[in-house]
Nanobody, 131 residues
Framework: HVQLVESGGGSVQAGGSLRLSCAAFGYYKYTNGCMAWFRQAPGKEREGVAFLASGADTTFVAESVKGRFTISRDNTKNTLYLQMDSLRPEDTGMYYC????????????????????????WGQGTQVTVS
């Protein structure tokens, strides 16, 4: 059983930084799959922000956050991170950690092509507000 628990959201002024954390219980014993950060603003669809391929250890970030957001993980802590710098008001939304487990090897660009419904494991979300 996989459980994801996010933390680190909050309110920040434009240009500021936040780091989100996702504690992944029961996930890292699996070799292949994807871990991701999605976000959803009010009235908008959920969008993928950053992706990490577990087995291949590659990353991919969406064009809208490229150069500002960095996804990483600490296997010793079973934790996924999203470092968000140069935040903009349009980055405001609920941020979710998600994961999928696969038999085959994924690379991060393939993780990014998966639709949200193909990720079976989700955290409860953490709010990020940029003003």
């Amino acid at each position: 059983h996989v459980q994801l628990v996010e933390s680190g959201g909050g309110s920040v002024q434009a240009g500021g930084s936040l780091r989100l954390s996702c504690a992944a219980f029961g996930y890292y014993k699996y070799t292949n799959g994807c871990m991701a950060w999605f976000r959803q603003a009010p009235g908008k669809e959920r969008e993928g922000v950053a992706f990490l391929a577990s087995g291949a250890d590659t990353t991919f970030v969406a064009e809208s956050v490229k150069g500002r957001f960095t996804i990483s993980r600490d296997n010793t802590k079973n934790t996924l991170y999203l470092q968000m710098d140069s935040l903009r008001p349009e980055d405001t939304g609920m941020y979710y950690c998600a994961a999928l487990i696969s038999v085959g090897l994924y690379y991060a660009d393939a993780c990014a092509r998966e639709q949200p419904h193909q990720y079976p494991y989700w955290g409860q979300g953490t709010q990020v507000t940029v003003s």
